[in-house]
């Protein structure tokens, strides 16, 4: 990681009351410790709070932290303006929830293989240490082991118009939305985008894990029948419950691989009919539709590459028959 830029601000809010905003003079000097800090916050980000993923709202007067951060990106402001102007927004949607308490806002520019801009709310969290007289006495520390209330902009996916470029931990319900809406983020990836997500992920992760075409086409099989029966049901797919079906002795190590910025998995979404896919094979033209259960490829279903061919073997009788009566006569004979 490339850390670029990095400021703290303070936000006090009690319940129900107005927040208190204390803002940086200037930007950090970034050392060492910046440095693995912001890489056990990316680490935490991606592994344990499960982002979701979306887009800024087009309003942008009414959203208007896009702005302040293209304004930063294309230099026409510092990193400290952007932050402050920021920070006075976030101000006025905070004290919009009775709820709502402050804590520190971090603000980071940074870049691994494309750059980011990171917006988190961090809190204190009780802790202990072991003084020099071998003593205990409290200690006050930043907890980033839950985050629930942060956004990473990917401005690389940004700047070239991408489907999707923000993403945001999870969080607690009510605290995820005021962060969503400070930051402008109204429109989240459609089901179909996500299940397209989540196909390449589950892809690409089970040839990673060199199984066998068998063992691949039952761990499908059954998260589709998992996605169909939660799609009956209007209910939301959990991938939790997908990586546990992978496997339920190591059931977070799918997860942690859906969920990251390459693949965008939220951890809920709704599923989409393009999910049939992970069990069956299908192709529509003017001319004809072919469908067939992935399982029987290989065995009632040879495709030859080189021909460019599929053969269909052990045809159903109702088929046969009805391909037998168009026959021409003189072939009905042979």
């Known amino acids: 990681m490339d850390l670029k830029k990095i400021i703290i601000h303070t936000l006090v809010k009690k319940k129900g009351e107005n927040a208190k905003l204390t803002k940086a003079k200037k930007e950090l000097a970034i050392t060492a410790l910046h440095q693995t800090f912001m890489e056990d916050v990316k680490n935490v980000y991606y592994k344990k ?5 979306g887009v800024f709202d087009a309003e942008e007067e009414t959203y208007p932290y896009q702005k302040f951060l293209d304004n930063y990106l294309e230099d026409k402001s510092t990193f400290l303006e952007f932050t402050v102007k920021a920070m006075t927004h976030f101000e006025k949607i905070i004290n919009e ?3 709502a308490t402050g804590g520190y806002v971090l603000f980071c520019h940074f870049k691994t293989t494309e750059e980011f801009v990171a917006a988190i709310m961090l809190n204190d969290k009780n802790g202990y240490l072991v003084d020099e007289n071998l003593d205990l006495k409290a200690n006050m520390r930043l907890d980033i082991e839950k985050l629930d209330v942060a956004n990473f902009t990917n401005c690389s996916k940004w700047n070239n118009n991408e ?60 998260i589709f029948s998992y996605c169909q029966n939660k799609m009956s049901k209007k209910e939301d797919i959990s991938l939790d419950h997908i990586s546990s079906l992978i496997n339920d002795e190591e059931p977070n190590l799918f997860k942690e691989f859906a969920s990251t910025e390459q693949y965008q998995v939220s951890p809920t979404f709704k599923g989409h009919n393009t999910l049939r896919s992970l069990k069956y094979y299908s192709t529509r033209s003017k001319d004809f ?22 053969l269909i073997k052990d045809i159903p009788e109702d088929l046969k028959t009805q391909l037998t009566k168009q026959l021409p006569a003189a072939e009905n004979n042979e």
């Open 289 to 310: 539709t072919l469908v067939f259960d992935s399982k029987l490829l290989g065995k009632k279903i040879v495709y030859n590459e080189k021909k460019n061919d599929i």
């Open 49 to 53: 709070s499960n982002p979701i993923y």
């Open 97 to 99: 929830e009775y709820n």
């Open 163 to 222: 489907d999707v470029y923000l993403s945001f931990t999870k969080g607690k319900k009510n605290i995820s939305n005021y962060f969503k809406k400070f930051i402008g983020c109204t429109d989240f990836t459609s089901a179909k985008e996500t299940s397209e997500n989540l196909k390449k992920a589950l892809g690409d992760y089970l040839i990673q894990a060199g199984l066998e075409k068998k063992a691949i086409d039952e761990i499908k099989e059954n």
